[in-house]
C-alpha cells in the first residue's frame, strides 16, 4: 500500500496530485504535521479574503474620491477623516437596506445569481501569489495559497465562469433592462475574452510555464545594465500588454465598456432589480474582478513582485509584497482615471473594436513572438 | 482514499447534472444543469492528471460554449418546454437502442482492459506533452478539424448575412 502511493505520486502530473505532493514536501521539510499544515492555510485563506474584501471597499472610496476630485468634487468628505470610514458606512447600510424581490421574477435564479457573480469573483485569489515566503521560526510560508502549475488557466476559467452571474441575473430579473444588459454582457465578454487570452500566450510561449509563480521568477533581474527584465520590456510584450489591458476592461464591464449598465440607457443594466446585499455582492464582483485583472497583469507584464530590496530579513520578505501591491493600486488608479476619462462605445463600435482590430492584433503579435522564440531557441 | 472519494463524489454530481438536464423544463435550467456536467468532467480530468484538458473543458465548454447557449434562451426568451407523453417511435427503437449501445460499449471497455485500473494522475497530460502530441504524432488529424471548424466558420457567416440587403449602403 505504502509502495503504491509512492509510485502514484512519482507519476504525477495532475494539480490535485501535485498540490499533495507539495504539501508533503513541505512538511517533510520542515517536519510539520497535517494540522499545522492546515492552521496555516486556514490562515492563509482568512487573510487574504480579509485584505481582498478590504482593498475591494477602499477601491470603491478610491473610486469615489479620484473621481470626485476629477470632476472638481471633493467626493466622500463627511464619514471620518477624508471619508476613510464611508465604506464602513456603505456597508451597514447595504446590510440594512430592504432586501426587494420584484415580483414575477425567476427566484432560484434571481437569489444565485449575485452569489455567482461574487464567488467567482473571490475565488481568483487562491491562486494569485502575492510575494515570495516568509519563514517564522522552523515554518517556511510561500506566500500563496496554494500553488498549482495551471495557476494562469485557473484564473482564466474562473473569470470565464463569472459571466454566468451577470447573465442569469439579467435574465431572471424578468425586465426589459436587465435582459438587455445580461445580454451585452455575455456577447461582451465572450467577443473580449478571445483577445484577453491571446495576449497571454505570448508570455507563456516565452515563459514556458502556466505556474504564476515561474512566470515571475523569469522576470527577475535587469537587462542592459538598468532596465528591468519584465516581459513588457525583455519579451517585447509591449502590445499584449495593452491588449490585455483593454480586454480587460471590457471584461470587468468598466467604462468604456460599461455597456451592460449602461445607466443612460437601461438604468442599471443587469441589476437594476436588485437592492440591499444582492446588489452590493455585484459591485464586490466587479471590484474583486478589477483587483484581479491587475494583479494578473502585475505578475504577467510587469515582473510581479520584484524591486529594490533592503534592509533585515522580515523586511526582505515583506518589501516585495508592497511592490506588488503598489503596481495593483497604480492600475486600479489607471482603471479609475479611465472612468473619469472616456465616454462609452456604442454597441456596434464595441463589437468591430473586438473583433477587426484587438483580435487581428492579438494574433499577429502571437505570430511575432513564436518567431521570435523560435530564432532565440 | 481520498481520490476515490473525489472520484465518487463528482461522479455522482456528474450523473445527477445529466439526469436533471433531462427532467428539467425550463431550457436555462437545463443549460445550467450541463454547466454543473462539463465542471465534474473537469475535476474528473484533473484526477487522472490531465490538467490541461481540465481547464480548457472549464474554459472553452463551460465558460464560453455554455454561455452562448444561456445566451440564445435568452434571446429568444424561450419559455417552459410543455411535457409530452413521447414518441411511439422513440420507445419503442429509442430505449433498446441504448441499451443495446451503452452494453456494447462497456464490453468493449472491459474486453480492451480487462481488470486494469489506470491510476489516478497516471496519464500524461502536462500541457506541453499535449502540445507534443499535438503537432507531430496528431498533426494531420489536428489540421483537418481546423479546416472542419474554418468551414463551419464560414458557413455561419454566409447563413448569417443577408448579401441582397448589405451590399450596398446600409439602409437606413
Request: proline share 5%; aromatic share 12%; glycine share 10%.
Amino acid at each position: 500500500m505504502q509502495e503504491r502511493g509512492r509510485d502514484d505520486l512519482t507519476s504525477v502530473g495532475g494539480p490535485v496530485l501535485s498540490a499533495v505532493e507539495g504539501t508533503r514536501a513541505l512538511l517533510r521539510n520542515n517536519a510539520l504535521n497535517i494540522t499545522t499544515f492546515i492552521i496555516v492555510s486556514l490562515i492563509k485563506t482568512v487573510l487574504a479574503l480579509f485584505v481582498l474584501l478590504t482593498a475591494v471597499a477602499y477601491t470603491v472610496w478610491l473610486e469615489r474620491k479620484v473621481v470626485g476630485h476629477m470632476q472638481n468634487r471633493w467626493g466622500p468628505t463627511r464619514v471620518g477623516p477624508f471619508g476613510l470610514l464611508q465604506p464602513l458606512a456603505d456597508g451597514v447600510k447595504f446590510l440594512f437596506k430592504e432586501d426587494l424581490t420584484p415580483p414575477h421574477v425567476y427566484k432560484p435564479l434571481y437569489i444565485a445569481a449575485p452569489m455567482i457573480a461574487v464567488i467567482f469573483a473571490l475565488t481568483s485569489i487562491a491562486v494569485i501569489p502575492v510575494g515570495n515566503s516568509i519563514t517564522l521560526g522552523s515554518l517556511h510560508i510561500p506566500l500563496q495559497i496554494t500553488d498549482v502549475n495551471i495557476g494562469l488557466l485557473i484564473i482564466l476559467g474562473v473569470t470565464s465562469l463569472g459571466v454566468y452571474g451577470v447573465a442569469l441575473a439579467g435574465w431572471s430579473s424578468n425586465s426589459k433592462y436587465s435582459l438587455l444588459g445580461g445580454l451585452r454582457a455575455s456577447a461582451q465578454m465572450i467577443s473580449y475574452e478571445i483577445s484577453l487570452g491571446l495576449s497571454l500566450v505570448g508570455v507563456l510561449m516565452l515563459t514556458g510555464s502556466f505556474s504564476l509563480r515561474d512566470i515571475v521568477d523569469t522576470q527577475g533581474g535587469t537587462f542592459w545594465g538598468f532596465i528591468p527584465r519584465w516581459n513588457i520590456f525583455y519579451g517585447g510584450q509591449f502590445i499584449a500588454f495593452f491588449i490585455y489591458l483593454i480586454s480587460a476592461y471590457a471584461e470587468t464591464n468598466r467604462i468604456p465598456f460599461d455597456l451592460p449598465e449602461a445607466e443612460t440607457e437601461l438604468v442599471a443594466g443587469y441589476h437594476t432589480e436588485y437592492s440591499a446585499m444582492k446588489f452590493a455582492m455585484f459591485f464586490m464582483a466587479e471590484y474583486a474582478n478589477m483587483i484581479t485583472v491587475a494583479a494578473v497583469a502585475s505578475l504577467l507584464f510587469l515582473g510581479g513582485w520584484h524591486g529594490p530590496v533592503v534592509g533585515p530579513p522580515i523586511l526582505r520578505a515583506l518589501l516585495p509584497v508592497f511592490w506588488f501591491v503598489l503596481r495593483i493600486f497604480g492600475f486600479l488608479f489607471v482603471y479609475i482615471w479611465v472612468r473619469g476619462t472616456l465616454p462609452r462605445f456604442r454597441y456596434d463600435q464595441l463589437m468591430a473594436f473586438g473583433w477587426k482590430f484587438l483580435l487581428p492584433l492579438a494574433i499577429a503579435n502571437l505570430l511575432v513572438t513564436a518567431l521570435v522564440v523560435a530564432l532565440r531557441a | 482514499m481520498t481520490h476515490l472519494i473525489i472520484f465518487l463524489f463528482f461522479g455522482a454530481l456528474c450523473l445527477a447534472g445529466a439526469v436533471n438536464l433531462l427532467v428539467q423544463r425550463h431550457p436555462i435550467n437545463s443549460a445550467l444543469s450541463l454547466v454543473v456536467v462539463m465542471g465534474s468532467l473537469a475535476v474528473e480530468y484533473l484526477l487522472l492528471g490531465a490538467e490541461f484538458v481540465a481547464a480548457v473543458q472549464v474554459i472553452v465548454y463551460a465558460g464560453a460554449v455554455m454561455v452562448l447557449f444561456v445566451f440564445v434562451i435568452m434571446l429568444l426568451n424561450a419559455g417552459e418546454e410543455v411535457r409530452t407523453k413521447g414518441s411511439r417511435v422513440a420507445m419503442l427503437f429509442g430505449i433498446p437502442g441504448m441499451l443495446v449501445g451503452s452494453a456494447l460499449v462497456g464490453w468493449v471497455l472491459i474486453e480492451r482492459t480487462g481488470s486494469q485500473t489506470v491510476a489516478a494522475g497516471a496519464l500524461p497530460g502536462a500541457p506541453r506533452t499535449i502540445g507534443w502530441l499535438l503537432f507531430h504524432n496528431f498533426l494531420l488529424p489536428f489540421e483537418v478539424t481546423s479546416i472542419l471548424v474554418l468551414i463551419a466558420i464560414m458557413g455561419a457567416v454566409v447563413l448569417a448575412s443577408h448579401p441582397d440587403t448589405d451590399s450596398g449602403k446600409k439602409k437606413s
